[in-house]
């Protein structure tokens, strides 16, 4: 019963990792779940002007919190909001005083002062440091800021910034998410610069720790650590823009740190709690003197004035030499009762890094008398840590047992142990339906909003009433007019089921022959059925044995190619020649699948094998990188097969804008496909680390593109796409991040970013199995498992729009994964209700029009990529 009980808390830590992406909801301004006496002011001009009616979206009162008088430069005038528990704080949102037409005050920026006690006030600051947000530039709009680097906090205080003297009023609404570790603050020693020769400098700081800075120490505070960023498995590479290399991990060298060998670090906690296990991310690219710690040992305060237990708790870790892959290393702490913990992390090489910490606990602190302590630790095989448990006892043991009491406290143990299995359980269903039915407010769908982001700043706006009209009346919501409307939710389970979906669907309800229209994967203009008939004689479903096939074997995705089959792929039927396998050179894994592997390699003395007309460019003497995608050697017959025939399908490819497959190695195991590869790497990584280029670029030697350089890109990829679809072939996974770049900019489609882990937020896993580019996808793509050149299109769309926001943000950025597929089905029924991407400010009104038509409903109403390539091409200079 412990050792399952043991697994169950183990699961459940495995599900308490914060994901500052999707921990976004709307903490209870607006809804009330916040009360009126948790919203307090440091003045209000009148009584209808007070902290109350600062809730975003309301009109009570006067209609928002107002600070009386005129606000001046130097005043610091707050709103404070008691959040009522720790929160991870994320992103903030305002609105002024419209008052139904009759106000027109707002703060044009706003600082923003938090605490978790009440009593210690911090100051917020981005991770460029700077400390003013953007706030409103009128009235009725919403303006959203992201909050980079997120917040732990009890007590939030939004203070108004004016240049002038002049009248302000704000309402609010907070986003964010419980903070269930309980963690208040984190003491370690700085961190350090990292200077290898042959690579840019590493300041291995934390950069954002809101604690005091003394003597080399961190004392009483947070920061990166516990700010949901995981570091990359190359710690020179960072998940933030505009940064430092080695920004992501606060990291120590070993010598630096004395003769002791160890980091020490000290938690404190909100309160007492049973502690079931510690997860770090620890960095482990071996190469550079970098490894996950070699052990641990933990030490428990039960509270705050008492001393250290003496009895630890220590815990061994496997070393690996041959995956440099950053990971979490997860240490149990056997249900120890503490308020503090202190730790101390033993070096297993020159370098120790770490991104995040996290702990696991439960809420319940057990009595003294039943708790589970650890008395030796030796490390098995596998680097678990066996523990022998010993119960605690008040007796002496050479008292006789209580014969008629000892039933009694065996079955109250039973009681408690079953009780909490079943609370457990419970807790884990609950959390298993609220991911399934997506429990964050649905309101951004039910309402005609309009979303766009400003290209410079992470500020938001959320248009949600029109434009005031000239007339006294204030806007208006428009009602829903149609009251047998129901909202279709297409993770419930009943959804999967055709039947039932055309149940909830009407317009479904005229079914046709599914042979008219060609579900699965066809060229569009084998269809020959109508447009009414294509998209209403389907039931939106997930066609899941289509899309499980969207992912090749070794994880990259394949090609969709009408009538190739594989039962008879042979050598003989592979045009490409057999390179000397011993001439690759492993520099990186890039991805993985089920049965197969992609790695970066140099390829010696491929160019004088290929010969003359080699596809490769000119490379200056320099070494030839390529990309092998490698079979493992226990594949399934299926998997040989199929990757047969992604040999085949790339072996018919030919095109300047196309990945070419070079060479193979088939002649034994484990089989290899060659492939081109860039120096330059792939497009959205290249756009997001660069600017649009102006003076300020060129003065200050920031990385720049040009508008024509964004054009140029754009009509390479619809030349290369129009020769896919040429031969009928459909891509289905079109994105910047499969588009790679030489060094004279020159665009390849390519085929593997779905197996790369840089990506992985990309995808939606369905079912535990297919990841699907769901932000990517056409609505028929996602309801009817339907691939065509037409849904590619459709990508090619979304890939236009990453290339004119320079990659700074994923598409659909502030719906969650749930909600975009909510999205297809309002694409689908077609009502005014589905939303769009924004225009970007870089992109020409002509060339967002035919975004636009790209995402249009009906498949006859988007362009073709001939099309495609015949619009853009004359926008570039010949």
């Known amino acids: 019963m412990h050792l399952f009980l043991l697994l169950i808390l183990q699961a459940t830590a495995a599900l308490g990792q914060i994901d500052p992406a999707h921990c976004r909801y709307a903490l209870g301004m607006e809804d009330r779940r916040i009360k009126d006496d948790d919203i307090t002011a440091s003045s209000q001009w009148y009584e209808t002007t007070g902290p109350q009616y600062a809730r975003l979206n309301r009109e009570e009162g006067d209609g928002a919190w107002c600070p009386e008088g005129q606000l001046e430069p130097s005043d610091s005038q707050y709103l404070q909001v008691d959040l009522g528990r720790l929160t991870f704080l994320t992103v903030v949102g305002t609105q002024g005083r419209y008052a139904r037409n009759s106000g027109n005050e707002f703060a044009r920026a706003y600082r923003l002062n938090y605490s978790r006690d009440g009593l210690l006030w911090k100051s917020w600051k981005n991770r460029l440091g700077n400390a003013v947000m953007e706030g409103n530039k009128n009235a009725y709009t919403s303006v959203i800021n992201d909050l980079h680097p997120p917040i732990i906090t009890r007590y939030v205080r939004l203070i108004p910034v004016t240049k002038l003297s002049t009248t302000v009023c704000m309402r609010v609404e907070l986003y964010g998410c419980p903070w269930e570790d309980g963690l208040i603050s984190y003491s370690a020693p700085e961190g350090q610069l990292m200077m290898p020769p042959g690579y840019p400098i590493a300041s291995l700081n934390d950069s954002t720790y809101d604690g005091v800075h003394e003597r080399r120490r961190l004392f009483g505070g947070m920061g990166q650590l516990t700010d949901g960023v995981i570091g990359q498995d190359d710690f020179l590479v960072t998940r933030q823009y505009h940064v430092w290399p080695g920004y992501d991990y ?58 250290w237990e003496a009895e630890s708790v220590a815990f061994k870790t496997v070393l690996d030499d041959r995956n440099p892959s950053a990971r979490y290393v997860t240490v149990p702490l056997n249900r120890r009762t503490a308020k503090s913990i202190r730790c101390r992390f033993y070096f297993a090489d020159v370098w120790m890094m770490f991104s995040e910490i996290s702990f696991q606990s439960e809420d319940t602190v057990l009595p003294t008398q039943i708790t589970l302590e650890v008395t030796s630790t030796p490390v098995t095989e596998e680097g678990t840590m066996a523990t022998t448990p010993k119960t605690a006892v008040n007796a002496s043991t050479s008292d006789p ?12 143990l039973v009681t408690i142990i079953l009780l909490l299995v079943i609370i457990i359980f419970l807790i884990l269903w609950c ?19 309009t979303v766009r982001l400003s290209s410079c700043s992470d500020t938001i706006i959320l248009q949600t009433p029109p434009v005031p009209p000239r007339s006294g009346h204030g806007p208006t919501v428009p009602a829903n007019t149609d009251p047998h409307y129901e909202r279709v939710f297409l993770l419930d389970p009943q959804y999967q089921n055709p039947a039932v979906l055309r149940n909830k669907l009407p317009e479904l309800s005229q079914s046709a022959e599914a042979s008219a229209c060609g579900g699965g994967y066809a060229e569009p203009d084998v269809t020959q059925c109508t447009p009414h008939q294509c998209f209403h004689s389907n039931a939106p479903h997930y066609a899941e044995t289509d899309i499980v096939r969207l992912q090749g074997v070794t994880g990259s995705n394949m090609y969709a190619v009408p009538a190739l089959t594989v039962d008879s792929l042979t050598r003989k039927d592979i045009s490409a020649a057999e390179f000397p396998r011993q001439q690759l050179i492993f520099r990186e894994k890039l991805g993985e699948g089920q049965f197969g592997e992609v790695h970066l390699c140099e390829a010696e003395g491929l160019p004088e094998f290929l010969g003359e007309g080699s596809p490769l460019p000119d490379r200056d003497g320099r070494s030839v990188l390529v990309a092998v995608k490698q079979l493992r050697a226990d594949a399934t017959s299926q998997a040989r097969n199929d990757f047969l025939k992604e040999i085949k399908i790339m072996s ?34 290249f756009l997001s680390q660069r600017e649009i280029e102006s003076t300020l670029t060129h ?69 535990g199995r297919a990841v699907l580019p769901i932000r990517w996808m056409a609505w028929e793509s996602i309801l009817l498992g339907k691939f065509t050149t037409a849904s590619d299109v459709w990508a090619f769309g979304v890939t236009l729009w990453e290339i004119f926001t320079l990659c700074k943000e994923q598409p659909y950025s502030l719906l969650s994964d749930e909600q975009v597929i909510e999205n297809t089905g309002e694409f689908f029924r077609n009502q005014g209700r589905q939303i769009f991407l924004y225009a970007p400010p870089l992109c020409p009104p002509s060339l967002f029009e035919l975004m636009m038509r790209c995402w249009s409903r009906d498949i006859p109403d988007r362009p073709t990529f001939e099309g495609l390539y015949q619009a853009l091409r004359p926008h570039v200079n010949q």
């Open 250 to 307: 606060l990291g120590w060298r070993n010598d630096s740190l004395g003769t002791q060998g160890y980091v020490e670090m000290e938690f404190v906690f909100d309160r007492q709690r049973n502690f079931t296990s510690l997860k770090v991310h620890s960095n482990n690219m071996f190469s550079r003197g970098v490894k996950i710690f070699s052990s641990v040992s933990c030490w428990f305060k039960p509270r705050l004035i008492a001393g």
């Open 401 to 412: 047992p209580d014969d008629g009491n000892t039933p009694i406290l065996i079955g109250c």
């Open 431 to 449: 959390q298993y339906v609220c991911k399934v039915l997506e429990k964050a407010p649905r309101r951004i769908l039910d309402e005609e909003v």
């Open 652 to 685: 018919r490819l030919n095109d300047p804008n196309i990945i070419r497959l070079l060479c193979v190695c088939v002649s034994s195991d484990p089989l290899c496909m060659v492939t081109e590869y860039m120096e330059n790497g792939d497009l959205n990584m």
């Open 699 to 767: 003065a200050n030697n920031i990385p720049s593109v040009s508008l024509s350089d964004l054009l140029h890109m754009s009509v390479q990829i619809s030349s290369g796409m129009k020769y896919l679809a040429s031969l009928n072939f459909v891509h289905r996974d079109l994105a910047t991040r499969n588009c790679l770049l030489d060094r004279r900019l020159t665009i390849k489609i390519a085929d593997f970013g779905m197996s790369r882990n840089l990506y992985s937020s990309d995808y939606y896993r369905i079912q």
